[in-house]
Structures are given as C-alpha cells and as structure tokens.
C-alpha cells in the first residue's frame, strides 16, 4: 500500500524559515515524480512545486517562487519542501503527492499524504 | 495562466439523484490533462478521473467524466450517500504549472 506520510508543520513567524518532509512507502519512490499542494484553511487546492524522479525538473507557483525550494533523496524515499520567507498568505494544509504514472513529471497525483498544517502569524 | 471555472459553487441534490458538474477552462485545455478529484471534510483529495474521462482505480462506474477543449463535465449516475463532497478539477498547462478550479460542493438536500 502506497503511504505518504507530511511532518515539519508547525507555527512560525512571518519572514522566518521551515522545512516540509513527506516519508514515502510502498511503491518504488525514485520511479515517481514528486508534487507539493497545499490547501489554506476552508480554501482551495493549490499546487506550489514539483520535482521528477531524478530531481532533473522541477516547477514551482509563481507564489512561492524564489522563496520556496523543492527536493529529494531517492536514497531515503524522501520528499522536502524548504519555505523561505514565510508569509500569513502560506499558511495551508500541505500535502505532497506522488503521481500515478512512473517516469512522468507532468501527471494526475495519485495518491495524496493527509498533510501537514503550516501556520504563519506573529 | 489557464483558470478553471467550476459551478454551480455549491449543488443540493438527493441521495439516488444524477448530479452534474461543470469545469470550464479560460483557454483550450489538453483532455490528457485535466482530472477530477474528491475530497471529504478532514481527508486529502482523492483522485476520481483522469485525462477528463478514465476512471481511476476502484472508483465506482458511477461516477463518469466527459468533455474536451474548454468545457468539461463530471456526472454522478445515482448519488450514493458517500458522495457528498467537494470536487475539483485540474488541469496542467506550461508554463503556468497546474491549477485547479475552485470546486464544488455537493451537498444533501
């Protein structure tokens, strides 16, 4: 069974720094690529950045563009989101997601973690 | 950037009805790219459809996607109590990465 379990949430000022981390299982990780989406309270679905299996593309919103940055380690079955500059507007629900098909960057996610809460107030 | 529009915002219908959604893109969208996915209150979304018309794997036959170009549309056959959410769809396009529409919320009358 797939898992995809989100950590490193938590509250945090504005302009200050943090790391997502999304523990992967049961599929063969560096096959996948990799998304970050995240979800504001009572909001929509935003996607913020996505990376292919060997890290060699990667995209991100226009939003969180030069603040945040994505990787992994296949090594690790590992997926990181660092959040630089953080602001009120990044507070969400992130969730990262794997998509269905293997070897694609661009794709359905299938499936999604449960989340982790980032909230950014002084 | 490509917006997805969804509506209605939010559909009132009974268990046992035919629910119809629609998606509708500002500019033509790629049918291999535009999915649909539900979400519960307190659960990640899940994925229903993809490239606007298959079925993802263990999602009831009940549930159907169809449309091309910049309209697009998700129809539940018989509403099953189980299937009062929020749905999404979703489309990539380059350069502006993916967006989703803002969903709808099905609701029990």
């Known amino acids: 069974e797939v898992q995809l379990v989100e950590s490193g949430g938590g509250l945090v000022q504005p302009g200050r720094s943090l790391r997502l981390s999304c523990a992967a299982s049961?599929?063969?990780?560096?096959?996948?690529?990799m998304h970050w989406v995240r979800q504001a309270p009572g909001k929509g679905l935003e996607w913020v950045s996505g990376?292919?299996?060997?890290?060699?593309?990667?995209g991100y919103a226009d939003s969180v563009k030069g603040r945040f940055t994505i990787s992994r380690d296949n090594a690790k079955n590992s997926l990181y989101l660092q959040m630089n500059s953080l602001r009120a507007e990044d507070t969400a629900l992130y969730y990262c997601?794997?998509?269905?098909?293997?070897?694609?960057?661009?794709?359905?996610?299938?499936?999604w973690g449960q989340g982790t809460l980032v909230t950014v107030s002084s | 950037e490509i917006v997805l529009t969804q509506s209605p915002g939010t559909l009132s219908l009974s268990p046992g009805e035919r629910a119809t959604l629609s998606c509708r893109a500002s500019?033509?969208?790629?049918?291999?790219?535009l999915a649909w996915y539900q979400q519960k209150p307190g659960q990640a979304p899940r994925l229903l459809i993809y490239?606007?018309?298959s079925r993802a794997t263990g999602i009831p036959d009940r549930f159907s996607g169809s449309g091309s170009g910049t309209d697009f549309t998700l129809t539940i056959s018989r509403l099953e109590p189980e299937d009062f959410a929020v749905y999404y769809c979703?489309?990539?396009?380059?350069?502006?990465?993916?967006?989703f529409g803002q969903g709808t919320k099905l609701e029990i009358k």
């Open positions: 500019q033509s969208v790629s049918s291999s790219y």
């Open positions: 990376i292919s299996w060997n890290s060699g593309s990667i």
């Open positions: 049961g599929f063969t990780f560096d096959d996948y690529a």
């Open positions: 979703q489309q990539y396009g380059s350069p502006g990465g993916y967006t």
């Open positions: 490239g606007a018309s």
């Open positions: 997601a794997k998509v269905k098909v293997r070897g694609v960057m661009v794709n359905w996610f299938d499936p």
